[in-house]
């Protein structure tokens, strides 16, 4: 069954009403996801075992992932438990993305739980030039449950549910029919490797959560109860009157409102703003001043504040940033021509003067132009050959040819875009484990 954003905020906000007037501190909602594993098996030195101490080696990394995922996990288990569903499935995000709302892959997938726009529009979400519901947990959770559902409704099995939302159902039915066996779970050898180590990983954190004191994790307490308010809106409201108005720090809106693309929620919507629930009642009190116009003259302050969400947008936000890594004879000349940028404008946004020199190694952040390229993507600019590519990218020639589907002879026209290497966002958690 696909649900729409629209609908999910509303049984959203049913449930956080339910949840506030039932909601015990003693009942902890990664205790109720766990109770509920039934995938896993952990028995000392087994696959997943191991890849649960490889897990525990990287405390930072662990921790950092849980404070992104502890506003959503009270909803995760909400919808986990409304469903019926494997506790496992609410840790998918974190082996997706780490569980960053930001991600955007090389693959053009985006979100916490890295849905495919092709997929996501499928799902009901929406996406348009002002807003990405594969940004928006609200959207991108009911979308990527019921794609999951649908998986397991065809494959009967769990398992191969899960390797098909990484490969493909196709692909995991086409197997099933050429294998033709009594053992389902035999096709799995048969899959690419990163599909495979994608249900490794899964099961390895389902284990580290399943017994946190033996690898030396502790997991913090998430009682059931709301942590954040949907309000809902008529039109288009500007965050930065809501944020002045309030008191809430730009990051907590932006974070909350992860599918936004701009500082207003989109006339056309969804009509809705994600609040921090104890700010919920101040939140409606100032959006009813702005529907009114009955609120101070705060222009200034606004102002400000537009401009410092704006600044953490272009931090945030895939389409807006990218990072280069210098290389010897990199100049701010030459990356403005790379990147279509203007030099002072690079020179502006990391803080140089017009002496400084670039040095290998450093990462310069390249600002919002007119460059109109994803994360980690590359504009072949005349005189380029895949060698020079792959040099000023820190690749070989076989890399890039792969990742871009492409033969040693294929045409490198100018203008055409390749990828150029892993999403920066997600390096952290591919390089979480190998090994």
């Known amino acids: 069954m696909i649900r729409h954003a629209a609908a999910a905020a509303l049984l959203w906000s049913m449930a956080a009403v339910t949840l506030a007037q039932t909601a015990d501190d003693d009942v902890d909602a990664w205790s109720l996801l766990i109770n509920r594993f039934e995938l896993v098996s952990c028995s000392p030195g087994d696959a997943f075992h191991q890849v649960a101490r490889q897990y525990a080696k990287y405390p930072d990394s662990l921790q950092r992932m849980l404070q992104r995922a502890e506003p959503w996990v009270a909803y ?170 309030t008191g809430l720090g730009p990051r907590v809106l932006v974070e909350l409102n992860a599918g936004l693309k701009g500082t207003a929620t989109p006339q ?46 272009d931090e945030l936000l895939p389409e807006r940033h990218y990072h280069h890594r210098v290389r010897p004879g990199d100049t701010l000349w030459v990356l403005s021509q790379r990147y279509s940028v203007p030099a002072s404008a690079i020179r502006r946004s990391n803080g140089l003067d017009a002496s400084a020199r670039l040095r290998p190694g450093h990462l310069i952040r390249i600002p919002p132009g007119n460059r109109g390229l994803l994360p980690h993507q590359y504009r072949v600019q005349p005189g380029d050959s895949l060698w020079s590519i792959a040099r000023d990218h820190g690749m070989s020639v076989a890399e890039l040819v792969e990742m871009n589907a492409m033969t040693a002879k294929t045409p490198l026209l100018p203008g055409k875009v390749l990828s150029v ?15």
């Open 421 to 435: 290497g892993n999403d920066a966002c997600c390096d952290e958690v591919f390089q979480l484990l190998n090994p």
């Open 76 to 245: 995760l288990a909400t919808e986990i438990i409304e469903r019926d569903l494997p506790g496992e499935l609410a840790l998918l995000p974190m082996v997706e993305s780490g569980f960053d709302a930001f991600a955007h892959s090389r693959r053009e997938a985006a979100g916490s739980w890295q849905l495919l726009e092709s997929t996501a529009r499928l799902q009901g979400v929406e996406i348009s030039s002002e807003y990405d519901g594969r940004r928006d947990m609200l959207a991108a959770t009911p979308a990527a449950l019921d794609y999951l559902e649908t998986h397991f409704r065809h494959l009967g099995d769990w398992a191969l549910a899960i390797h098909a939302y990484n490969a493909g159902r196709t692909r995991i039915r086409r197997l099933l029919n050429e294998h033709d066996g009594p053992e389902p779970h035999a096709i799995l050898p048969a899959l690419p490797g990163e599909t495979r180590f994608h249900f490794k990983r899964l099961m390895g954190l389902a284990c580290l959560f399943r017994h946190p004191r033996e690898h030396g994790l502790r997991l913090p307490v998430v009682p059931m109860q709301p942590s954040f308010a949907v309000i809902e809106l008529d039109t288009g409201v500007d965050l930065a009157t809501v944020a002045i108005g």
């Open 268 to 313: 056309a919507g969804p009509h809705r703003l994600l609040v921090p629930h104890r700010s919920k009642e101040r939140v409606r009190s100032v959006v009813d001043e702005i529907a009114s116009g009955s609120g101070p003259d705060r222009t200034v302050a606004v102002e400000r504040a537009r401009q410092a969400l704006d600044r953490l947008q």
